[in-house]
């Protein structure tokens, strides 16, 4: 068959069975019909052909036909066709719908998660009070308007005055004396606003305030930079005086090897009037000027800022027992004690004490917001701005990162929808060439048979 094919003449419809996957018996056939019709010219008169491509054909043709052995075939044929050709493409088939079906969910997962880490990156802009444009510099912008918010906190502390009252009412009616004063420096925040440390341990309002200088941390470079430092490729002195003498090429230590005026004796110095001054510290800052942590606000120091703290929760737990007990009637031994109280304890009411255990609360609360203690990390430690910074940014990078698989996956389902585009074709094709198979074998088996009709069983396409 392979020396038949490669002397065929130029045909179409030989052309359209020669592309077909496999040549079987009823493609002989046609190909001897259209045969018959090209090389009509070397018919004899005993109707014989003498061209060889006819002869080729003939012959392969009765090879089939010798002991029915192209109905084998063509058994086969169906057979493999049914049974493992069909079964494989329909996998490939699923599994392709299948990945297809996969990749849409990884695809959805990651959309999801690339917006809950962005939304988590703008929930935590909003709790540092930032847009998030630029997060470092916002964050240092931020410190910038620290002063002023713990201005007007300060000048909340006023409002705390009565509450501050009561409580050293209560202080000197429960224990009799009043040797330490109370709330000190929650008093004095309350009448001064948020003064200096130097002016709170002193008393006297500073000349001339002279603040730490903030420096700055500059922006760390990104790990894939490196930094060669500022190496010059030029040549060294002493290899350009290689080529000279010997003594050129020493090192220069800086020993001298001559002997000392003084008979190889070790100087002392002490012919020299040289002296040692110690100066003490603290003399060279001026009278009445603000300069180290001094200069800086009592809410702006740690050690201040804590101890304010400590006396607003004093005055809190001060208030929330008083509430408690005036509003126990029925308690009539604190009620009794509290007979001979000055005007001051004896006049508030419940609602009173309640209004100034709100503002009390109220100033706790301004004070202990994320964004406050964030802000007092960054005033004590400039780098912390860098550490938020990369925290920030990561999920940023992750939710892009996210993005950037999504479409990976994307691709992916493009690629495996292309490939199910490709595979459907040659399943129908399959299938259309399978049901030619056994419409074949049924009407060569049913003329066996006088014409009575065949049918094929176990063939499910």
Known sequence: MEAALRDMPEHPEIRQLLAGSALHYFHCLRIVEILRGTEASTRNLFGRYSSQRMKDWQEIVALYEKENTYLAELASLLVRSVSYEAPALRKQISRCQQAQQDFARREEEC??????????????CKQYGITGD???????????????????IGAGASALTEAIELYEACVEFV????????????????RRGNTTVYEWRTGLEPVRVERPEVQEVPEQPKEDAIDWGDFTLEPSGASDGAAGGGAQ??????????????DDGIDWGDGDGAQIAVLEAGTEVPEGVACGSEALTVLELAETRNQFLDELMELELF???????????????????????????????????????????????????????????????????????ELLQQKLRQAELLLAKREALGQKRQEALAEQGNLEPKLDRLLDRTRELQRLIEDDISKRYGGRPVNLMGVGL
């Open 134 to 152: 630029n997060v470092r510099q916002e964050l240092l912008a931020l410190v910038k308007e620290l002063p002023s918010l713990l201005s007007e």
């Open 111 to 124: 959309q999801l998660a690339a917006a809950e880490l962005r939304e988590r990156f703008y929930a935590s």
């Open 319 to 389: 208030l929330v027992q008083r509430l408690v007990e005036m509003e126990e009637e029925a308690d009539v031994l604190a009620a009794s004690q509290f007979q001979l109280a000055p005007a001051a304890l004896q006049g508030q009411s419940s609602a009173r004490v309640g209004s100034l255990l709100a503002g009390t609360r109220a100033l706790l609360g301004q004070l202990g917001t994320r964004r406050m203690q964030h802000l007092f990390t960054i005033l004590a430690s400039p780098r912390y701005v860098d550490r938020v910074s």
């Open 249 to 262: 090429d020493e090192i220069d230590w800086g020993i001298a090897l001559e002997p000392s005026p003084q």
């Open 175 to 190: 224990c009799e004396s009043s040797a330490e004063p109370v709330l000190p420096l929650l008093r004095h925040v309350g």
